[in-house]
Every structure is written in structure tokens, then in C-alpha cells.
């Protein structure tokens, strides 16, 4: 009797110890599909460890464009989420609203600036205060292949230029698959498009043109070529794909229906989470044109301003545990992208990584290293979404010549 009553008591404080430090963390972010689903997990997993309440606030959508209208909408209405996955010259605009909260305190009992590169860290920062964490760097300019339909179609190597690509797509489309597998949404569409634009014109180009939106840039022969490289491209896509989610494109190339798809390595956590192995069941590759250059995208939680102590406390642990290495190896090593946290071990990382990782440091000191456009790391939301609205018109629509894209793209740039 005894002992029960004293096991009850002791069960009682330790209840009572958590109930005191537990919050609960409402956490909006679209990772949905099946590689991204396993990688969110992990943090939840992290954070019930602490004893917080994780509250999923899931909105599907590749890219955040559904989950960005969603969180418009509760922020607006006074009930924003702890955390929203938000990233690049949204954070800012977030951070202008009044609405982010200040995680200084975090940071520097975390050290975080002497653990981020320093421009992750000032995209992390308004006015010099933390008011987002970062999660990963995913590189945008990937290229993915299934090794035996190379094989069927007598392609001997990943293509280095575009003449290199079209000449393996065509054996490919020649041996009866879909030699570029393709999905249905602008973002897919502006994905391929900033490839195209790298591989054709190099970086400086891509920087003056989907960077600085320089009219010039925008209007000059170099865009001419790359609105018709990507043109050519979509000769290379299935007729099927209008409306395809970005995931399923990579099924295709899984399952052997389709050649090669350019996009951005979270493809590579959808083939780890289905058991598929780099170098054998896939490949990686630079997109074409473009291995001396690299197209970051940071993805990172801005956090919103909360009033309870036990729901702040719950956010700080939040933060604190993004950064740390646990969470930084496990989630990337599903999600397919680096750690953002420098000096980590990548030991258990596959080769995929490894390039990623190395490029990222030599493309950092030669120029090549630049934001993506397609993925809000570059321009404004306003602009990058009439920018994506262009690309995928002429996309969709082969009446659009090239020069009137050009026209369109220039006063799309210069949307406010
Ligand atoms: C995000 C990735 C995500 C992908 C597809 C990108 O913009 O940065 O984390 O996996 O969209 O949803």
C-alpha cells in the first residue's frame, strides 16, 4: 500500500514537473510526401522527447504556395502558428509585419552565429535579431537519372551540356520512355526554367537576370536561348504531367517509366524513403551546364510571437533543438538535403551529399554560388510569384513566342 501511494506521488511530481515545462507547438510546413513526411517526424519525435504537445499543421502543396495563403490567413485573424516553415525575403516581410518573435536569447546561449555561414545567419536576422531558424541547404540545380533506363536507351553517362542531354534524351524517348519526367505546378515549371537559365548563361548571367531582375539581363539574347532550351525541354515530357505533383515525377523515374528529372535534392528523400540506393538504383548529377555553380535553398521556420510562458518555452526549445546536431543529421539524412550547421560530420551522408556539400564550399569561393529564385530565396514573394506565372504561361502554351515572354518577364520582375 505504501508502495503504491509512493510510486502514485512520484508519478505525480514527475507529471507535474512536465505539466510545468511542457507547451504545446503549433508547427505549419508542407512537407507531405513520403521523404518529407519521414524528415518532419524527426523533430517531432525530438520534441515530444522534451514533453512539448507537437501540433501538425500540415499544408500539402510542393514549394509552401498553399501553406503561405493558409498562414496569411491565421496570422491575419490573430491566431498565428509557433513556427511556419518561411524562408528568404519572406522572413523580412514577416519579420516588417511586427509579428516574428525575437530569438536572440536562444541564439546566443546556442552560439548560433559562430555555427551558421554568415549568410545563412543574416537571412535568419531582422534588424540583427534572430527571428527564424534554419534548417538544411538543399541544392536546387540536381539532376536525377534511373541508371538502367540509361542502360536500355545506350546512354553511357550523365550529360554534362544541354547538346549532351538532348542527344541521351532522344535515345531515351527512341527506346519508348518518357525521357524527362516532369510535374504540373508553376513551381515545377520555374524550377526547370532557373536550371535552364544557369546552365545556358553561367552565373553571373542567372545573377544579373533571376537575381538583380536587371531588364537587360531579362531581355537579351541569353534569356532568348534559355526560354528556347527550356521550350526544347518540354518536347521531352509526357503529355500526362499537367497537374502532377513534383514526388510522382520522381516515381517515374524510380519505377523506370522516365530518364532523368531536374529538381532540387529533396528528390533524393523521396528515393531514400523508398529504399533506393545512390550510385546503384539512382543517379545525381549537376543539372546540365551548371556543375561549377550551385542554387541554394535554405529551408527555415520563422517564429511567430506567442503570449503563454509555457508556449514560448516550448518555441525556444523548438528553436534550440533545430539547431542541433541531432536534429541537423537525422532530418537531412532523410530529407536529402546538408546540414546548414557548419563543421558536422558527414560521415553517414551518401555521395550525393558529398558533392552537394563540396560544391557548396567551392562555388562559395569561385561565384557560383546564388540563391534560388524558384524557391524564395531570391526575390520577393510578389515578384517571384509573377515571375513563376510568366515562366509557366510559356510553358503551357506554345502560341507564347519567345520575345513576348521576354516582355512579360521584364514587367513581371517589376512587380511590388
Ligand atoms: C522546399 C523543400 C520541399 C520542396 C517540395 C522546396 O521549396 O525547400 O523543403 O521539399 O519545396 O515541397
Not at 56 to 76: E, I, M, W, Y
Not at 262 to 290: I, N, Q
Not at 293 to 307: G, H, I, P, Q, R
Not at 373 to 399: C, L, T, Y
Request: hydrophobic share 45%; glycine share 10%; proline share 3%.
Amino acid at each position: 500500500m505504501l508502495k503504491i501511494s509512493k510510486l502514485a506521488m512520484a508519478a505525480a511530481l514527475v507529471l507535474g514537473a512536465t505539466a510545468a515545462l511542457a507547451g504545446e507547438v503549433e508547427v505549419l510546413h508542407y512537407w507531405t510526401s513520403g521523404g518529407e513526411a519521414k524528415s518532419v517526424a524527426e523533430l517531432k519525435k525530438i520534441m515530444q522527447a522534451k514533453g512539448h504537445v507537437w501540433k501538425d499543421f500540415a499544408v500539402a502543396g510542393g514549394g509552401g504556395d498553399n501553406a503561405a495563403t493558409v498562414l496569411k490567413s491565421r496570422v491575419v485573424s490573430g491566431n498565428p502558428p509557433a513556427a511556419a516553415q518561411i524562408k528568404g525575403p519572406a522572413i523580412q516581410e514577416w519579420a516588417g509585419e511586427g509579428v516574428l518573435a525575437n530569438l536572440d536569447a536562444t541564439a546566443k546561449a546556442e552560439k548560433w552565429d559562430s555555427l551558421l555561414p554568415k549568410m545563412v545567419a543574416d537571412g535568419m536576422k531582422y534588424k540583427g535579431s534572430y527571428v527564424a531558424v534554419p534548417v538544411n541547404v538543399h541544392r536546387v540545380n540536381f539532376m536525377w537519372a534511373n541508371p538502367e533506363v540509361l542502360k536500355k536507351a545506350g546512354v553511357a553517362a550523365m550529360p554534362k551540356t544541354y547538346d549532351e542531354f538532348f542527344a541521351a534524351a532522344d535515345k531515351i524517348k527512341k527506346a519508348g520512355l518518357v525521357a524527362l519526367a516532369h510535374g504540373g505546378q508553376n513551381w515545377q515549371d520555374f524550377t526547370t526554367f532557373e536550371d535552364v537559365v544557369l546552365g545556358v548563361g553561367g552565373a553571373k548571367f542567372y545573377n544579373d537576370a533571376l537575381v538583380k531582375l536587371d531588364p537587360k539581363a531579362l531581355n537579351s539574347d541569353t534569356m532568348k536561348k534559355s526560354f528556347e532550351t527550356f521550350r526544347k525541354l518540354k518536347g521531352y515530357t509526357d503529355a500526362a504531367s499537367s497537374g502532377r505533383d513534383w514526388n510522382l515525377a520522381t516515381a517515374m523515374v524510380m519505377k523506370g517509366e522516365a530518364g532523368f528529372q531536374f529538381m532540387g535534392d529533396w528528390a533524393k528523400g523521396e528515393f531514400l524513403a523508398a529504399g533506393k540506393v545512390p550510385g546503384k538504383d539512382f543517379l545525381c548529377a549537376a543539372a546540365p551546364g551548371t556543375s561549377g555553380a550551385y542554387t541554394f535553398n535554405v529551408d527555415s521556420f520563422a517564429m511567430f510571437k506567442l503570449k503563454s510562458a509555457d508556449a514560448q518555452k516550448a518555441q525556444a526549445d523548438l528553436s534550440a533543438a533545430i539547431m542541433g546536431t541531432g536534429f541537423q543529421e537525422v532530418f537531412n539524412l532523410n530529407k536529402g538535403s546538408i546540414p546548414v550547421r557548419l563543421n558536422m560530420d558527414l560521415a553517414k551522408f551518401d555521395d550525393c551529399a558529398k558533392l552537394s556539400s563540396k560544391d557548396f564550399v567551392d562555388t562559395a569561393k569561385s561565384g557560383g554560388l546564388q540563391p534560388s529564385a524558384a524557391h524564395g530565396m531570391a526575390v520577393r514573394p510578389a515578384a517571384e510569384g509573377a515571375i513563376k506565372d510568366v515562366v509557366s504561361q510559356f510553358w503551357n502554351d506554345d502560341k507564347v513566342s519567345v520575345p513576348d515572354a521576354m516582355k512579360k518577364l521584364v514587367s513581371a520582375a517589376a512587380t511590388q
